[in-house]
């Protein structure tokens, strides 16, 4: 062996020194490393390539999370003050609601032209794509503010929501591209972090910076306010992506990402690989549950100053808190889960489990909303949120594991776009149920969607084709390291039974 072989789990920090790489990897010969592409074994077998993990990664991340939450922030601004812009722009409860819907919407003719996009251009022009739009946006809405412009703030809404077709789909190929193997979950926990932390912002912030006054000069001013303080943030964060974001590492993070890699640009059909989704059975079975699961909360986040209003009059910046409760115990959850499935790897449990109390918080939700305490509402509607928000990034990492080596981007896109369908759905029929019949109607309609999603889950199979590609890539190495070239070569041709399998 006349190269350095180098598995998957010892990978090298920045500041690595040769002493250290000599010290975990072993050596036949004084050869310096030959470049990854290059690593092919002597009997024509490719080899293990080296691995690399960059402190750049952390940097990567976190910039994505901030314009993510500069982009769902916006989401749900109108939406949880509905009734004070209903007033200041003269129109009604549902058109306000298209305000948040029109995330939703835009989302469904554009996921598979950005998919494509990804795939063929990366994450980079993605990233200033989706940030151009959201600051142009942004900009678009201060100049609306007037109480005959509604279409002009309607038009900065879509650049917003087309922005987010940009977003949605990257936590997972971010993790990918960028991260471990022990850490994926993790990271794509906290690109979803940053979307939930918008949400968050998005019901707290409004409420607190356009009070319900009459004086439309006031109100007017109230508006602008929070439409400048929005630009100006997403602005630094265009400049920002636009000067620090990164493709990709020079070196992949695993194994897996360098088989990925390894694929030629030719060989890859973005339709072929379509067709593979839609035929891979337990991946079908996970868009329903995703997109039942997320449109209930895109529902409920939709419709909660109109829920909360009805049974506490008045009470719009609680609102707001109300919402901020739902999605910061979100965002714990999520990141719960993701440090969880990076320990367990056991990703159908998990997902059951939390799917089952999400229907369990539904439930406790809608059954307490109307005893007139507030606290309970907090107390129920964290509960919710703890579970619902925090299956966001479960989903994404599941998808991961059934469909590689499909691309990351187009496995989350189906996921989300089937969550926009099921969350304008939700949003018109819940409303609709509201208005008839009550709050608790509409809460019941949304608790039968989550028992049938929580059975479907429960018939989902575990096929967790990444996990078995790292553990092939760790089975050669150590096969190839002590000798035994054979017995890595054997098991790599015996069926391999994932972990975790339910």
Not at 77 to 89: D, P, V
Not at 337 to 344: I, N
Not at 384 to 403: N, R, S, W
Not at 443 to 454: A, D, H, R, S
Request: glycine share 8%.
């Amino acid at each position: 062996m006349s190269e350095k072989q180098v598995p998957e789990n010892t990978r090298l920090n920045e500041d690595d020194t040769k002493t250290d790489l000599e010290n975990n990897v072993k050596l036949e010969s004084g050869d310096a490393p030959k470049r990854p592409d290059d690593r092919i074994k002597p009997d024509g077998h490719e080899g293990l390539r080296t691995t690399r993990l960059y402190k750049r990664r952390w940097i990567i991340v976190l910039l994505f999370s901030s314009y993510s939450l500069c982009n769902s922030f916006q989401w749900i601004q109108y939406g949880i003050i509905n009734n004070i812009f209903m007033k200041f722009y003269n129109v009604s409860a549902f058109t306000i609601d298209w305000m948040s819907m029109i995330y939703m919407l835009t989302y469904i003719p554009f996921i598979f032209p950005v998919t494509w996009l990804l795939d063929k251009k990366g994450l980079r022009v993605i990233a200033l794509v989706a940030t151009a739009l959201n600051c142009a946006g942004t900009w678009i809405k201060v100049a609306s503010v007037r109480p005959n412009l509604f279409m002009v703030t309607f038009l900065g809404q879509f650049s917003c929501s087309l922005a987010q077709v940009f977003i949605l789909g990257m936590p997972s190929r971010i993790a990918s591209v960028w991260f471990g193997s022990h850490e994926v979950s993790t990271a794509c926990s906290i690109g979803v972090f940053g979307n939930q932390l918008g949400i968050a912002i998005g019901f707290l912030v409004p409420p607190i910076l356009v009070p319900n006054v009459d004086n439309m000069d006031e109100l007017a001013h109230h508006i602008s306010i929070m439409f400048y303080i929005t630009a100006g943030v997403a602005t630094f964060l265009f400049i920002l992506v636009v000067f620090v974001f990164q493709e990709r590492p020079k070196l992949p993070p695993t194994q897996a990402q360098a088989t990925a890699r390894s694929i030629p640009p030719e060989q890859y059909s973005y339709t072929a690989s379509i067709r593979r989704l839609l035929r891979n059975r337990p991946f079908i079975l996970l868009i329903i549950t995703y997109g039942l699961n997320v449109g209930c909360f895109y529902a409920v986040g939709t419709l909660l100053n109109r829920m909360i209003i009805e049974h506490y009059p008045g009470e719009e910046v609680n609102a707001g808190r109300i919402g901020l409760t739902i999605v910061i115990a979100g965002m714990v959850g999520s990141l719960i889960c993701g440090v969880w499935l990076d320990k367990t790897k056991t990703y159908k449990q998990t997902t059951l489990a939390v799917y089952f109390m999400s229907l369990v918080g539904m439930i406790v939700y809608a059954a307490t909303l109307s005893l007139g305490h507030l606290w309970v509402v907090f107390i129920t509607a964290g509960s919710l949120g703890f579970f619902m928000t925090g299956y966001l990034p479960l989903g994404f990492e599941f998808a991961v594991e059934l469909t590689y080596p499909e691309s990351e981007g187009t496995s989350s896109g189906l996921l989300n776009c089937s969550a926009q369908v099921f969350g304008i759905i939700f949003t018109i029929c819940q409303g609709k149920i509201i208005d008839s019949f009550g709050t608790l109607a509409g809460n019941i309609f949304l608790c039968v969607f989550l028992l049938i999603g929580t059975i479907i889950t429960g018939l989902i199979k575990s096929d967790l084709r990444r996990q078995t590609a790292n553990l092939l890539a760790k089975a050669t190495a150590e096969g190839q390291m002590s000798g035994q070239d054979y017995g890595a070569t054997a098991l790599i041709s015996q069926p391999q039974t994932p972990p975790s399998q339910a």
